[in-house]
């Protein structure tokens, strides 16, 4: 969990799988957290076994408790995984960097990115205020593409913000 291979053997895994310039290099990298499954494990563990000793006794197979019981007391860290991953993939973009070549390919944050990173070097480069005023984006536009990068997390967050806090502190306390 705090230790990976590195980006360059990421690099070459995904370069022998002929992943490199498409998307599917970029969900599969973030696709697994060791975090995110440890959190989801502590909680599994942490539901009563009675509840799935007494569905087996009124007659309950396995996938009958797993449908019927476990899935639906899950809903808190199911938001709670669903908002981590939502925020990590939105928020990307160095993975979507290194792995991707085509500009209609790059998410919003590297685009995003871009914008911010050209002006803050127009500004840089700038020989007078004449040629800062006819280059680049001004820095209203950079917030206001800031706050609109943003605008889907925070319309996203309130909808699963009710099971998040108990899904994080009940996956994550082992009782």
């Known amino acids: ?40 494990m502590n909680y599994f563990q942490g539901l009563p076994e009675s509840l799935m000793e007494s569905a087996r006794l009124d007659g309950a197979g396995e996938w009958k ?11 808190p860290i199911m938001a709670t995984i669903t908002l981590f991953y939502g925020v990590s993939f939105w ?13 209609e390919q790059l998410p919003l944050q590297n685009v995003l990115r871009t914008i911010i990173v050209e002006s803050t ?13 006819k280059s680049g984006f001004s820095t209203g536009m950079k917030m206001a593409s800031v706050f609109v990068s943003m605008v889907p997390i925070m319309c996203f967050f309130p909808m699963l913000q009710k099971h998040f806090a108990k899904g994080v502190l009940t996956g994550a306390i082992k009782t």
Not at 65 to 75: D, G, M, N, T, Y
Not at 121 to 133: G, K
């Open 1 to 40: 969990m705090i230790f990976n291979g590195g980006i360059v053997p990421l690099y070459l895994v995904m370069k022998s799988l002929h992943l490199t310039g498409s998307l599917w290099s970029v969900i599969l990298v973030g696709s697994f957290s060791a975090f995110n499954m440890i959190l989801m």
């Open 121 to 133: 070097t127009n500004v840089s480069n700038a020989a007078s205020v004449d040629a800062l005023t």
């Open 65 to 75: 408790i797993l449908f019927s019981i476990v899935l639906p007391l899950a809903a």
């Open 91 to 103: 928020n990307g973009w160095y993975d979507a960097m290194i792995f991707l070549r085509k500009a």
